[in-house]
């Protein structure tokens, strides 16, 4: 007996000879192939023709294994999965696939997940970070074939949970925070790679990034003082970012303010009075200024001569802050300077802010005192008057007999301070008084001061007359002169 296969286009071969009239052809065949089979018999002449062919086809066998999965997807929860037909369907149409998971965690071995047609599958409520081993088989009508080799794949971590706080590790400095956080209680399965912080800008701006790395604190430091800032953390893994922790307020220390912007002058100045505007200071240290002080320079000295409350500090509106300077002298200059309180202390003083006052009239003389007199004048000298502004253009003396309401008053010649007053009474009591003249005004007159000037000689009697002319005596009668509070003898 000899066969061929007709899909491998070989000649015949012997397969059986033999007394028997059947036989059993133990010959793997592949799977749905055809072959041809002749036969011939043998005698004492010799060996006949072969016959006709007998055509023969095999049944269908199993498929081969398909080529391993493919991983497609891999998150938290799922795997997904893809896989290729078999090289070859083992000679019938592949009906189907059947995917088979094994979990070493429950040590059940492999298990089916799939069977189907389809050439993908995900499976799912896996668990995080987990290993899986796959296989497929293919089936067709002979059956289902062996599976491939197992492949293995992992689940994907999960995004770790928020870090615990932010919170301060140490005291706020006026310019720096020691923040310090907690790793995630859960960190999704795998390794937390750093930490991000996040700080705003202390007025409630947006957000940017402080620190990013694995340390669990850190020092933020050129910060402004006294401002309340926001601070919020998340972690980073393998996984991706976590959610951000809540914001968390932290407040650097004030520091006392800078000094105030300047001084100006409001309006124009008075002769006795200056108004001044206090400007706030480009930084209050971070917390309101409550107050602020004006000094003035006197004798190169500076005193305090104002101080301004801040309505904000009480809770009021932002107002100008303004204060008034007085009493003070006419056309002079002063000079003024500010500084401003707040919770922490005093800032530095500002710059200086100089102002004349107006131009008033002079200062009354002083030191009026009587020098030289006699029974009919007296020299008087003084201190010269303080001008404001105005130069001196002379004095005047005002002087009368004390009792009486008639005076005189006189202009002094140049600007020198003493003058002699003429023509008194002898023996008279006079009150007098000093002020400077100028082109703006009169000074006020000056204290006055009294002076009584000396006696002198009598006058002669008038009108001597007689009386009566007896023999022995004579009788004279005359007019009483002006004594000038003295004793008069009389010579005849």
Request: glycine share 8%.
């Amino acid at each position: 007996m000899l066969w061929t296969n007709l899909q491998c286009g070989r000649d015949f071969i012997e397969v059986f000879q033999g007394q028997q009239k059947q036989f059993k052809l133990n010959h793997k065949f592949p799977p749905a192939s055809s072959c041809r089979f002749r036969l011939r018999v043998l005698n004492d002449v010799g060996w006949s023709e072969y016959s006709d062919n007998l055509v023969f086809k095999s049944g269908a066998g199993v498929p081969p294994p398909p080529p391993q999965p493919i991983l497609t997807e891999a998150s938290v929860g799922h795997l997904a999965l893809k896989w290729a037909p078999p090289t070859d369907n083992g000679g019938s149409k592949i009906l189907s696939y059947c995917l088979e998971m094994n979990d070493p965690e429950n040590g059940y071995g492999f298990r089916p997940v799939y069977q189907g047609e389809e050439l993908c599958h995900t499976s799912s409520g896996l668990q995080r970070v987990s290993t899986y081993h796959f296989r497929v088989a293919a089936t067709n009508e002979a059956g289902r074939g062996p599976f491939s080799a197992p492949v293995t794949f992992q689940t994907s971590p999960a995004i770790p949970g928020c870090p615990g706080g932010p919170e301060l590790k140490s005291r706020a400095t006026s310019t720096a925070l020691h923040i310090g956080w907690r790793p995630p209680l859960d960190n999704g399965g795998a390794e937390i790679q750093s930490y991000t912080v996040q700080l705003d800008d202390g007025h409630q701006g947006s957000f940017t990034d402080a620190y990013t790395g694995p340390e669990l604190e850190h020092s933020e430091h050129n910060l402004t003082p006294g401002l309340t800032y926001r601070c919020r953390v998340c972690a980073t893994s393998r996984a991706g970012h976590s959610n951000w922790t809540p914001p968390v307020e932290m407040k650097t220390q004030p520091t006392p303010p800078q000094a105030p912007a300047g001084l100006e002058v409001v309006g124009k100045p008075s002769q006795n009075s200056i108004i001044l505007k206090m400007n706030p200071p480009g930084f209050d240290g971070g917390t309101v200024v409550t107050s602020y002080c004006v000094e003035m320079n006197k004798d190169d000295l500076w005193v305090k001569v104002a101080t301004v409350a801040n309505p904000q500090a009480f809770g009021g509106k932002s107002s100008t802050l303004t204060c008034s300077v007085t009493p003070l002298s006419p056309g002079t200059l002063y000079m003024f300077r500010a500084n401003c309180i707040n919770s922490c202390g005093v800032s530095p003083f500002s710059e200086v802010c100089t102002c004349h006052t107006a131009v008033g009239c002079p200062a009354s003389p002083t030191c009026l005192e009587v020098g030289n007199k006699t029974a009919n004048s007296m020299h008087l000298r003084w201190q010269p008057s303080k001008e404001f502004g105005s130069p001196l253009t002379g004095y005047q003396l005002e002087y009368g007999i004390s009792g009486s309401k008639q005076c005189v008053v006189v202009t002094c010649d140049s600007l020198v301070c003493s003058h002699t007053l003429k023509a008194l009474s002898p023996w008279s009591s006079y009150g007098v008084r000093a002020r400077a003249t100028s082109a703006v005004g009169n000074s006020e007159w000056s204290s006055p001061v009294q002076c009584t000037t000396l006696p002198s000689h009598p006058s002669s009697p008038s009108s001597l007359s007689v009386v009566r002319w007896p023999i022995t005596s004579h009788t004279l009668q005359h007019t009483t002169h002006h004594s000038h509070h003295t004793t008069c003898l009389y010579r005849f």
